[in-house]
């Protein structure tokens, strides 16, 4: 580990632990999810401490701080020491949209199992969906 010179973003993500591998860290950083002092970031975007890097991933966002650089994937002691989580807390499980779960061996939903999932689901997006301006 070591505080001088920059590092990728994509390699540092990895290293400090916020995505499980490499290649989630190359291809979140293609598709737009991550953000280096709030400009989007190529894999190959350099990072250096004091950076604000924001992340989306699995529908919540984690905003860190560089605190040191590290260019191999440490252990998850070491990897906290790396940064500063300033993310916001994740929302309740009650919050989440509830999925049905199925019991295992119940075969195929009815056609009233399904009628009765469109009503929920319909319900829900009428609940949470944006007033439109016409």
């Given amino acids: 580990m070591g505080d001088e010179g920059s590092v990728r973003v994509d390699l540092w993500i990895w290293s400090v632990r916020l995505l499980k591998t490499r290649s989630m860290a190359t291809t979140a950083c ?6 280096v002092n709030d400009e989007r970031a190529k894999p190959s975007t350099a ?3 004091g950076d604000v890097v924001r992340l989306r991933h699995d529908g919540r966002e984690r905003i860190v701080v560089v605190q040191k ?3 191999k994937r440490v252990s998850a002691p070491a990897a906290q020491e790396c940064l500063i989580d300033k993310s916001p807390p994740p929302p309740p499980r009650e919050a989440l949209i509830p999925i049905g779960r199925r019991e295992r061996g119940a075969g ?7 009628r009765e999932l469109e009503r929920v689901l319909d319900r829900y997006r009428v609940l949470n969906d944006p007033p439109k301006d016409d």
Avoid: E, F, L, M
């Fill in 69 to 71: 650089i590290v260019r």
């Fill in 47 to 49: 990072v250096k401490p």
């Fill in 30 to 35: 293609r598709a737009g999810h991550v953000r």
């Fill in 108 to 114: 195929r939903p009815t056609k009233r199992d399904r």
